[in-house]
């Protein structure tokens, strides 16, 4: 806080007292204070009567006035009776506005002591803000005002001017801005909006508010299938370019854009297409995942940032012996087929390249290309496996399709001596397995494209014409079930279930015998009929059963399930090699997929509860989920579970983000310490999903919340700040100390110039702070002790220690200077004050006036503000000298007096003739001034006599003009 200082008056009283010339004006001291918060203008002069606080412009509004008895001040303004009688009659604004702006006098008895300015500081104001947000801007000032953009080095640019009723802008702001008084809105801000905004007060030429403004980049998520388009949005007027990162390599730019044209590299111009503002990138691919960037290329400021994720698709297929595969290669890249079973290393079965098709030899045969199928003709089970179809080009899987074949179940009718035809079309060797009934399975023949072998009990009666297996004179006893198998894969290709009729027609005696041998047989037949009704029923009543337990299962726990399924690989263990094996077969498999969608249920429920619960609890549900997806690794469920679990998976992370969320949250409106727990979290959050699917997601969500803490944290240490700026230097230090920590933390960041700015302001309100409460101390040492002004002389020389080696040193340096001048004054006060009071001085007082000179010279002799006590003495030397001239009754004094008073009389004698026309004179009376000046420079009276002969040059000026242009005419 600035105010005019008492040594001012006194000298201006010193030098007119001589010059009769009135006292016209008084400096205008300004005053700043911050927006809606107390300011106090000082007075600090002594009235007796009564002070009145009003406007300069306006001196009918009394703003306060104190009297002896009392003091009464308007609405918004306060003055303390108990300081007014102590000599302090400072008026306080309580929340100054922009509308308190003005010029204010203190008055006493009809004289003015002090003029104060009231300015408000400017307001600083850091923005951080999405692309496409809307900016509000507060121009909540009566006065004009203009809006000036500026942007790095670049220079100010006024874009807007505003009064209360009317908004002009640019012509490349006019469509983006409104007003609705006191907000200006500049809409759809983009990262080349980036800069400071500066509210300026063109009627007073003040700055109101500063806004810094960071406008970050849109991060947008895709997750994609392969073969999908991207569409990248390029809405932007500047030429663009597209840069493409992925997560090994280092940025490319793969397109530039323009409104009208899109410029790409070879290997994306086939891919690419625009329709603006919409730039469309085809056929992505798994390798095309990665990071794309809109930069604009004009301002260099990155606009909207894709982080894409491109999956495989995944195709279950189930289908049956014999037909077709039809596999989609709608790529323009070449292709590759790649065919992979159980544990075996991956096959490349085909090539396809530009409509053409190479494919091994075993599948030359089976295969062909009607882009973009490719079709494998007469899939049997041993084709069941992952066949994927890989670009080349970029080495990314398109798609992958899981078959699964089932072997073919034909019932064959024949009567007895018929041939039984049995197919065994495949390259590979195949086994003829026989099972009766009653019967284990019995490898009946051996089967190559070339080559039959057969059991000696079968050789006469069977023959290969490639590839049928003919099997001659069937009979009754050859009922059963023919099992064509691949050996070498171990699959089921066909199942035949014969049945062989005898024939009619035969002779009498062949009846006979038969009807004797049908009647033995028939007992035999019931027996078996029985026994095999009988084992029916004992596997319907143990898959009834095992169905029972799955459908307890189904209802029960995991404990459960694991019972149930511990049934089933039983039951289907029990049936293996019979004529049940198949049924069975179905059977268990139907069960294990209920057990699995069981499982799935549970898994689920618990991620319900999970996604209402705690941390903990979502560790606990990914540990199950882990467990469900390591149980069925390697069985035919294998890829339905992994994506039953990525799903889950992708849940619990939105809860995190949740959780995390209300963190950060809470903390925005908590302390210090609730700020740094919530970086925390968001640090584990981040390090947590690190080298999975999810790392782009965490990534850029983890960057949204260190940003609203960061803003936390301004505004956590902004009220710390503010509550120092009332308290004392201890709280100010504390408050110093968090400055210091806050930017330590934030080196190194994205952070760290908004901080560094935010800081600077900071330290610069705590430094006024304390130049406020030193002056303070000044005001209340002068006048004060010889001790109180010691202390104060050692806080004023603290403060300027603390500020070495700063940016704010020259001014601390400059105001400690002030105050120090200030006190050295008043060390002479006492002794100086009783002289004034009379005009003649006693001798006796001018010697303890010297002695109080000698020793103040002594008491700073080693300081090194010796220089300022030295002049001050030699100033208040020079006064007694010329006092006592004056004065003085002393007969050297009254000798010397005369002269002067002589000399001053005949110089203002040719003036006057000068100044009544007679021109000869305008030189002489020039040459008396400077005799006289001469004759008293170098004494100690030098000072005051060249006062009076200046206000002699003034009255010759205008005299000798008018002389100049006379002579002139």
């Given amino acids: 806080m600035q105010f005019c200082n008492l040594h001012h008056c006194v000298l201006f009283f010193l030098i007119f007292t001589f010059t009769t010339a009135p006292v016209s004006s008084l400096e205008i001291c300004p005053t700043r204070g911050k927006l809606h918060q107390p300011v106090t203008?000082?007075?600090?002069?002594?009235?007796?009567?009564?002070?009145?606080?009003?406007?300069?412009?306006?001196?009918?509004?009394?703003?306060?006035?104190?009297?002896?008895?009392?003091?009464?001040?308007?609405?918004?303004?306060?003055?303390?009776?108990?300081?007014?009688?102590?000599?302090?009659?400072?008026?306080?604004?309580?929340?100054?506005?922009?509308?308190?702006?003005?010029?204010?006098?203190?008055?006493?008895?009809?004289?003015?002591?002090?003029?104060?300015?009231?300015?408000?500081?400017?307001?600083?104001?850091?923005?951080?803000?999405?692309?496409?947000?809307?900016?509000?801007?507060?121009?909540?000032?009566?006065?004009?005002?203009?809006?000036?953009?500026?942007?790095?080095?670049?220079?100010?640019?006024?874009?807007?001017?505003?009064?209360?009723?009317?908004?002009?802008?640019?012509?490349?702001?006019?469509?983006?801005?409104?007003?609705?008084?006191?907000?200006?809105?500049?809409?759809?801000?983009?990262?080349?909006?980036?800069?400071?905004?500066?509210?300026?007060?063109?009627?007073?030429?003040?700055?109101?508010?500063?806004?810094?403004?960071?406008?970050?980049?849109?991060?947008?998520?895709?997750?994609?299938?392969?073969?999908?388009?991207?569409?990248?949005?390029?809405?932007?007027?500047?030429?663009?370019?597209?840069?493409?990162?992925?997560?090994?390599?280092?940025?490319?730019?793969?397109?530039?854009?323009?409104?009208?044209?899109?410029?790409?590299?070879?290997?994306?111009?086939?891919?690419?297409?625009?329709?603006?503002?919409?730039?469309?990138?085809?056929?992505?691919?798994?390798?095309?995942?990665?990071?794309?960037?809109?930069?604009?290329?004009?301002?260099?400021?990155?606009?909207?940032?894709?982080?894409?994720?491109?999956?495989?698709?995944?195709?279950?297929?189930?289908?049956?012996?014999?037909?077709?595969?039809?596999?989609?290669?709608?790529?323009?890249?070449?292709?590759?087929?790649?065919?992979?079973?159980?544990?075996?290393?991956?096959?490349?079965?085909?090539?396809?390249?530009?409509?053409?098709?190479?494919?091994?030899?075993?599948?030359?045969?089976?295969?062909?290309?009607?882009?973009?199928?490719?079709?494998?003709?007469?899939?049997?089970?041993?084709?069941?496996?992952?066949?994927?179809?890989?670009?080349?080009?970029?080495?990314?899987?398109?798609?992958?399709?899981?078959?699964?074949?089932?072997?073919?179940?034909?019932?064959?009718?024949?009567?007895?001596?018929?041939?039984?035809?049995?197919?065994?079309?495949?390259?590979?060797?195949?086994?003829?397995?026989?099972?009766?009934?009653?019967?284990?399975?019995?490898?009946?023949?051996?089967?190559?494209?070339?080559?039959?072998?057969?059991?000696?009990d079968y050789r006469h009666r069977t023959s290969l014409t490639y590839p049928e297996l003919t099997l001659r004179h069937m009979t009754k006893g050859d009922s059963g079930t023919y099992t064509i198998r691949d050996t070498e894969y171990n699959e089921d290709i066909q199942i035949y279930a014969v049945s062989v009729e005898e024939q009619s027609g035969v002779p009498a005696w062949v009846i006979v015998l038969i009807l004797i041998l049908v009647c033995c047989c028939v007992g035999a037949v019931i027996f078996l009929l029985y026994k095999y009704c009988m084992r029916k029923q004992q596997l319907e009543r143990r898959l009834q059963q095992v169905d029972q337990l799955v459908q307890e299962a189904l209802r029960g726990t995991e404990e459960k399930i694991r019972e149930a399924e511990t049934s089933v690989d039983q039951l289907q263990q029990q049936y293996i090699n019979t004529v049940y094996e198949h049924q069975v077969k179905v059977f268990c498999s139907e069960k294990r997929r209920q057990l699995l969608e069981r499982r799935q249920q549970l898994v689920d429920e618990l991620v319900k509860e999970a996604l209402g619960g705690t941390e903990e609890k979502i560790s606990k549900v990914e540990k199950s989920l882990k467990q469900l997806q390591q149980r069925y690794n390697n069985t035919v469920y294998e890829d339905k579970v992994k994506v039953f679990c990525s799903e889950k998976r992708r849940q619990l992370l939105e809860r995190r983000l949740q959780l995390v969320d209300q963190l950060v949250q809470e903390a925005l409106r908590g302390t210090e310490k609730e700020i740094r727990e919530a970086e925390t979290s968001v640090d584990q959050l981040q390090q947590q999903y690190n080298k999975t699917v999810y790392e782009h997601q965490v990534t850029e969500f983890c960057s949204e919340k260190r940003r609203q803490l960061f803003e936390g944290h301004l505004k956590q240490v902004d009220l710390l700040v503010q509550e120092a700026l009332g308290g004392t230097e201890e709280k100010i230090r504390e408050v110093e100390k968090s400055l210091n920590q806050l930017q330590q933390q934030y080196n190194n960041t994205v952070y760290k110039d908004t901080v560094k700015v935010f800081c600077s302001e900071k330290r610069g309100q705590l430094l006024e702070r304390r130049l406020q409460q030193v002056d303070l101390l000044v005001q209340e040492a002068l006048g004060g002790t010889e001790e109180k002004i010691r202390e104060v002389e050692t806080s004023v020389e603290q403060l300027q220690q603390q500020y070495i080696n700063t940016v704010y040193e020259d001014k601390v340096k400059v105001f400690c200077s002030e105050k120090r001048r200030q006190l050295l004054k008043s060390h002479l006060l006492p002794l100086v004050q009783p002289l004034k009071e009379h005009e003649e001085w006693k001798k006796e007082d001018i010697e303890n006036l010297e002695r109080k000179l000698n020793w103040l010279m002594s008491l700073y002799r080693k300081s090194e503000h010796f220089n300022d006590v030295l002049l001050l003495c030699m100033e208040q030397r020079s006064q007694i000298s010329w006092n006592r001239l004056q004065y003085s009754k002393e007969e050297p004094f009254v000798t010397k007096r005369s002269e002067l008073h002589r000399k001053l009389h005949h110089v203002e004698q040719l003036v006057q003739q000068a100044e009544a026309g007679k021109e000869e004179k305008i030189t002489e009376a020039n040459k008396a001034i400077d005799e006289l000046e001469q004759q008293y420079s170098y004494t100690e009276y030098s000072k005051e006599v060249l006062k009076l002969c200046g206000v002699k040059r003034e009255k010759l000026t205008p005299v000798y003009s008018v002389y100049q242009i006379f002579d002139e005419e």
């Fill in 41 to 456: 203008l000082s007075c600090t002069t002594k009235c007796s009567g009564l002070l009145i606080w009003n406007i300069l412009s306006n001196r009918d509004v009394v703003l306060a006035q104190c009297d002896q008895t009392s003091c009464k001040s308007e609405e918004g303004f306060s003055i303390s009776h108990d300081q007014y009688l102590k000599g302090d009659s400072s008026l306080t604004i309580t929340a100054a506005d922009y509308s308190k702006r003005n010029v204010y006098a203190c008055e006493c008895e009809d004289s003015d002591f002090v003029h104060v300015r009231l300015v408000i500081e400017t307001v600083f104001t850091p923005v951080q803000m999405k692309s496409d947000e809307d900016l509000k801007l507060k121009v909540s000032v009566p006065e004009p005002v203009e809006v000036i953009y500026k942007r790095g080095d670049a220079a100010d640019k006024v874009i807007c001017s505003v009064t209360k009723d009317s908004l002009q802008c640019k012509d490349e702001y006019r469509h983006r801005t409104s007003l609705t008084y006191p907000e200006l809105t500049l809409r759809h801000m983009t990262p080349r909006d980036s800069g400071s905004y500066t509210i300026r007060d063109t009627k007073n030429n003040e700055d109101i508010q500063i806004y810094a403004v960071s406008v970050e980049a849109v991060v947008t998520l895709v997750q994609m299938k392969s073969d999908e388009d991207l569409k990248l949005k390029v809405s932007v007027p500047e030429p663009v370019e597209v840069i493409y990162k992925s997560s090994d390599s280092a940025d490319e730019v793969i397109c530039s854009v323009t409104k009208d044209s899109l410029q790409c590299k070879d290997d994306y111009r086939h891919r690419t297409s625009l329709i603006y503002p919409e730039l469309t990138l085809r056929h992505m691919t798994k390798g095309d995942s990665g990071i794309y960037t809109i930069r604009d290329t004009k301002n260099n400021e990155d606009i909207q940032i894709y982080a894409v994720s491109v999956e495989a698709v995944f195709t279950p297929v189930q289908m049956k012996y014999d037909e077709d595969l039809k596999l989609k290669v709608s790529v323009p890249e070449p292709v590759e087929v790649i065919y992979k079973r159980g544990d075996a290393a991956d096959e490349v079965i085909c090539n396809v390249t530009n409509g053409s098709l190479q494919c091994k030899d075993k599948y030359r045969d089976r295969t062909s290309l009607t882009y973009p199928e490719l079709t494998l003709r007469h899939v049997t089970p041993r084709d069941k496996a992952t066949y994927t179809i890989r670009n080349i080009e970029y080495n990314d899987d398109i798609q992958i399709y899981a078959v699964s074949v089932e072997a073919v179940f034909i019932p064959v009718q024949t009567k007895s001596d018929e041939d039984l035809k049995l197919k065994v079309s495949v390259p590979e060797p195949v086994e003829v397995i026989y099972k009766s009934d009653d019967a284990a399975d019995e490898v009946i023949c051996n089967v190559t494209k070339d080559s039959l072998q057969c059991k000696d």
